[in-house]
């Protein structure tokens, strides 16, 4: 992956994925002591920025005349992403989901069109269970980071932030599972807003990113279940996206349930969007932990069930 | 107020207010039953379109070498706008507002900076106190529709839509009080994209504005309270606006307050964005009321309090 593919991931996307705006308020400033801007990509078609990546490989694949189905692995946000592009290329895709993934994922994967095999995270590997499939069935795998061409589609997302920010000095906090859209938006800043540094923020308990860069080394989580940050709870670090990110990320930054739930609140009454808590894990850490210099947040998905809005609303 | 004062009005907004995106979902697509396309006012700064109109007559005030104070009576959006935009120049603020207007709108206008006064809704009358106000205190009143600049500010918004549907044939589904907003984008409309007709939306039992374009003459609403949708509770057309509405605008249509909460659910769950019940009306016509052709809806605010999200929620 490089700005070059970026760039051309960026040109087959134009006209379909939305180009995010970014969003600001006095009150966060206010709370944050700093300025802060959120990069809303839960405003982006399928409530993610996945569908950027997903749209990017799906439409690599066609371009270099592929016309059979598509599969793909994902906690859901990956999986609505991968469905709306196969759909809107006229390819069946078929979405290997864990069984505890939120209800309204689940079924907008479904209502996109695509076939939804649901798999136990805790007992069953998911990637195990795609590549049978893949090999069963004849159908091509979109990994959810571990993806070239799902990786460029992700740092068209940095290429918005550079053209509003190129001059900035600042820290792009990104929410980090697998590394997809940090690893994507680092390598877009590096061509375009040197003097922009992505941050990847993790929840508590699953910052095997933030560990890895400091250790040098990959280091796995310890746990795969228990926090309420679905969208990016993921084992370890990409094998395409640490290298990317040791050399152009970091310190990465971990942060609460609690405390994505308190941003999520704010999100809501200050900007007027709807974030899941793994989409505002960044929003909390520009919050939440200290700085002073004007900060950018990406908030990166909005596909929450209702109990957890009641929840969030309770704090 | 014409479209070369709307046009002066953007160039005098132009860094401050936010273009705001339009939004899309093929889960609203399917329940209406017809394309539908949401300009998301709500995530305008203060979090409605009032800051548009507000912003617009301050500086052209300003521009015009006035430097006292503002004076606003709002229910909470134009309070909120005025208030914005009288810091943004220096000027001191006094805001009249009704004491049954949300807390959040109360608080956030306080946080900006202006002064707020009470009054009783049922009892008093905005207009007389703002007119005594006024006089006392050598203040400048900046009405919250009838005020032209405002108007041509609020236009600001219809050129916006114009510039992204100037090529089709569409209706305009705006949310209606006063009718500054819907007045303001058929202006700019009919200038730029005359295949767009603007129809005013307002919940029923306050659907003056509805009335009097059938009837062909003013009609007053009965009451002046009993609807959530406290944005637009106003009691009569505006003098200014109405004019330009019959001649451009209507039919108006009329929604129930359960159909405004059932709309912001729905915007909360598929275009990810916190609307006001009387932000949300126009969508709820857009989903509801019958139609084939695709339509516009401007969702003007998202300023709710939280009881009502709740509420909102469990419907």
Redesign the interface.
Known sequence: VNIDSIRAAAERNAGHV?K??I?SS??LDEIAGRRVFVK?E??QHT?SFKYRGARSAVSALVEDGYDGGILAYSSGNHAQGVARAACEFGLPAVIIMPSDAPD?KIA?TR??GAEVVLYDRASESREVLGEAMQAERGLRLIRPYDEPEVIAGQGTCGLEIAAEFGESQADVLVCCGGGGLSSGIALALEADAPDLRVRPVEPEGFDDVTRSLADGQVVQNAQLTGSICDAILTPRPGELTLPILSRLAGPGLAVSDNDALRAMVLA??H?????EPGGAVALAAALFHKGTDPVIAVATG?NVD?SL??RA?AI
């Open positions: 939305r995010t705006p969003l006095p009150f809303a839960c405003l409530g309204v907008n209502s996109l809501f009454r900007l007027k969007i709807v974030v909005g209702q809005i009641h609303l």
